[in-house]
């Protein structure tokens, strides 16, 4: 049942490696990629739960793994995050031949990739995600980065790790709404680009998070198959990659407004954003409102928030949001991106967006 996507990038080019209960193939699929000492880092909360069974496997394949365990959550990913885990590396004894894995969410993947990428001026390093979203999204292309007291996300590399290894088994330990938030991910790839998946995940999508294995496989699968091509074609995000932003124009503001906090988890923040940037396209005429009330239809059956109302506490308004939108990466010659809709399963970039019918969305 594992499936095996290629992300064509010529002599950077890897596998991303798709199955449930794959942990258990992990050490032989390493072992190719590893030389020395292995270091191994991950969080306290995955590292409690599934890091005994991990090196158990590491060292079956004989492999020499060194455990690093940092604190779990976004502070993690922070200049002092990076020299901890710096130096930790450095202890281990890794050079420039080895391999650094990253054994956990998207904190963990972003803040090992861009250790790695900057260690003894760049080490290989391969992703072992646990979370959700970190197996559709955050695992695979390579972005990488820390967070600056100016944003999320600012200082960071194109770094592409070697191998990617998604076992759907380790998310039956992660909690529901952070299953949630990640699927919301998994339904931007139809919403952006693949109408047919879309359909296949209004039809199956709470199997798949019901636990049934074949189909969270799947929607694994396919969505890191979309990703891999988009960055096969555009790695630099000079293009066609910025389609997987869609919602994310809305979702940081969303976030920054929140004060990234519990209120608003990442992929909350995307799947209010994609709500949006679809009653956006409405608002402006591009997009038939049925596909806009389709597609928010199966965020609210899946139990996904699509309104800014859906927040808990006070409401952020309009105007404070376009503000947080202004400090946004995609920002250009001081104009918002937006990724907007043609219809379900057609996204496209656009900074023509007028102020007024931003404000309307924002305030509806
Ligand atoms: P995360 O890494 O903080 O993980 C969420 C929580 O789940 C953490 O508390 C973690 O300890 C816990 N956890 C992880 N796996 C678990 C498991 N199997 N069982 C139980 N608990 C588990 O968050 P995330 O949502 O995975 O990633 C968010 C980060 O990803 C953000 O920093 C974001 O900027 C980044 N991101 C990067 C990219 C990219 O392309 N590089 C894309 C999207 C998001
Ligand atoms: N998460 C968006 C990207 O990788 O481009």
């Known amino acids: 049942m594992t499936k095996i996507i290629t992300v064509g990038l010529g002599p950077r080019a890897y596998a991303i490696h798709v199955g449930n209960g794959l942990i258990e193939d992990a050490g032989t699929l390493l072992k190719p990629f590893a030389r020395g000492p292995l270091p191994v880092v991950t969080d306290n909360t995955v590292g409690e739960i599934h890091l005994a069974k991990f090196l158990e496997v590491l060292g079956r394949a004989g492999l020499d793994a060194r455990p690093i365990v940092l604190p779990a959550g976004e502070g993690s990913k922070s200049f002092s995050g990076l020299q901890t885990l710096c130096g930790e590396l450095l202890e281990t004894g890794v050079d420039r031949g080895g391999l650094v ?3 956990g969410g998207g904190v963990i993947g972003d803040l090992t990739g861009f250790a790695a990428g900057v260690l003894k001026r760049g080490i290989a390093f391969a992703q072992v995600p646990t979370t959700l979203l970190a197996q559709v999204d955050s695992s695979v292309g390579g972005k990488t980065a820390i967070n600056a007291a100016q944003g999320k ?32 991910e998994v339904a931007k790839y139809g919403a952006l680009g693949d109408a047919q998946f879309f359909e296949w995940l209004e039809q199956n999508a709470k199997l798949a998070l019901a636990g049934d294995g074949a189909a969270m ?26 389609l997987l932003n869609l919602g994310h124009t809305f979702g940081h503001a969303l976030e920054a407004a929140t004060g990234f906090s519990d209120r608003l988890l990442h992929g909350e923040g995307v799947a209010i954003g994609m709500a949006l940037a679809f009653r956006l396209s409405v608002q402006l005429g591009l997009a038939p409102e ?8 199966h965020l609210k059956a899946i139990g996904l928030p699509s309104t800014i109302g859906d927040i808990a506490g006070p409401r952020p308004d309009a105007d404070s949001l376009i503000g947080h939108m202004g400090h946004d990466k995609k920002v250009s010659d001081g104009k918002l991106t937006f990724i907007l809709l043609r219809r379900l399963g057609e996204a496209f970039v656009t900074t023509e967006v007028p102020r007024a019918a931003l404000r309307d969305v924002l305030s509806a």
Request: glycine share 6%.
């Open 290 to 297: 049925q596909d806009a009330d389709r597609f928010i239809r």
């Open 101 to 103: 894995v990253a054994f």
């Open 217 to 242: 496989v799947h929607a694994v699968a396919h969505s890191c198959q979309m990703k891999a091509d988009i960055v096969a074609r555009d790695e630099r995000e000079t293009g066609e990659r910025a």
């Open 153 to 184: 996300n600012l200082i960071g590399l194109f770094h592409q790790p070697r191998l990617v290894i998604a076992d759907t088994g380790l998310l039956a330990t992660l909690p529901r709404r952070q299953v949630l938030a990640g699927y919301a």
